[in-house]
């Protein structure tokens, strides 16, 4: 079954403590991104990557690191997470461009106290 | 950046046909899409249209494209209790990587 799988679903950690949620995909894409969603504010992209050692900066990056060594594994890291950084993850990935479908993660409940 | 916008609520009875609107700027958009959220879940793709068309329909749902004003609406006929969720409309361009940006998000609710 194709499928973009976030670990954990529901975190809570206290401010500056660093974590990491995985994402893996199954579906040999190319492209994956982070997202955060807010209330009101729909979800804005933190990082994406086009490739294997290629990301780059979404519209929200402050605070969060990427990595892609291997093409399924997308992982978001947070050094040193702050309290504004509680939102709702999603890790998303996709064949490539022009109008593919995103498939995305069940999402990331992180609440940083 | 581009900017997507959307209501944020909208509220209809069962059987009523809906009306999710939203607004994009970016002209060299390619494709624009609708996800729905239902509580706890992910986005799901329902649907989605190239820029160079005017409308799609599929099953219930049918989707508008006025690309001189920007402008994206999906219909949903018929509306039942099970269409309650967070509507996102997205855009994506190809050059920008395919890159979706999103908009805030419609809350639609059916009342029986």
């Known amino acids: 079954e194709a499928q973009v799988t976030q670990n954990p679903r529901y975190l809570i950690t206290v401010t500056g403590k660093k974590l990491t949620v995985t994402c893996s995909q199954n579906m040999n894409h190319e492209y994956m991104s982070w997202y955060r969603q807010d209330p009101g504010l729909g979800l804005r992209q933190i990082y994406y990557s086009m490739n294997v050692e290629v990301t780059d900066k979404g519209d929200v990056p402050e605070g969060y690191k990427v990595s892609r060594k291997e093409k399924r594994n997308f992982p978001l890291i947070l050094e040193s997470p702050s309290p504004n950084q509680t939102s709702l993850y999603f890790c998303?990935?996709?064949?490539?461009?022009?109008?593919?479908?995103?498939?995305f993660g069940q999402g990331t409940r992180l609440t940083v106290v | 950046g581009e900017d997507v916008e959307q209501s944020l609520f909208l509220s209809v009875r069962e059987g009523d046909s809906s009306v999710i609107n939203c607004t994009y700027t970016?002209?060299?958009?390619?494709?624009l899409y609708w996800y729905k959220q239902e509580p706890g879940a992910g986005l799901q793709l329902l649907t989605y249209i190239f820029s160079n068309m005017d409308m799609k329909q599929d099953q219930r749902l049918t989707v508008l494209l006025n690309k001189k004003d920007k402008h994206l609406s999906l219909r949903i006929a018929d509306t039942q209790t099970g269409d309650s969720a967070i509507y996102f409309c997205a855009e994506s361009a190809f050059n920008a990587g395919n890159m979706l940006t999103f908009g805030g998000g419609t809350r639609l609710m059916v009342k029986p």
């Open positions: 970016d002209s060299s958009s390619t494709y």
């Open positions: 998303a990935s996709s064949r490539g461009q022009g109008g593919t479908e995103a498939f």
